[in-house]
Nanobody
Framework: QVQLVESGGGLVQAGDSLRLSCVVS????????VAWFRQAPGKEREFVGG????????YYDDSVRGRFTISRDNVKNTVDLQMNSLKPEDTADYHC???????????????????WGQGTQVTVSA
């Protein structure tokens, strides 16, 4: 029903910036929210930031607030994650995901998202 494809990952140095993009296809109009999650080796998957599809209201985890900016373009059907002042702690596999909604106003749990992209790797060296 919904497909998501991430791109933009890479190898950067601490303090650098990256912009990740998620293309939402299929039936993007059925989504309530699209969010970015990340998972580092040996760590649980964690919420990074999300955006409600209709209103474009972003929300973030405290660990990235002020450094990362999430935005959506419902014409291009993309959700971007602008990452600034990157830290080695940001190293992870980044996935975008789409939620049907009905859980909460600002879903942050992986189980609240039905569709997932394949991921894009972000590596930040010290």
């Amino acid at each position: 029903q919904v497909q998501l494809v991430e791109s933009g990952g890479g190898l950067v140095q601490a303090g650098d910036s990256l912009r990740l993009s998620c293309v939402v296809s299929g039936r993007p109009s059925t989504t309530y929210a699209v969010a970015w999650f990340r998972q580092a080796p040996g760590k649980e998957r964690e919420f990074v930031g999300g955006v409600t599809w209709s209103d474009g209201n972003p929300y973030y985890d405290d660990s990235v607030r002020g450094r990362f900016t999430i935005s959506r373009d419902n014409v291009k059907n993309t959700v971007d994650l602008q990452m600034n002042s990157l830290k080695p702690e940001d190293t992870a596999d980044y996935h975008c995901a789409a939620s049907w909604g009905g859980y909460s106003a600002y879903p942050i749990l992986p189980k609240q998202y039905e569709y997932w992209g394949q991921g894009t790797q972000v590596t930040v060296s010290a």
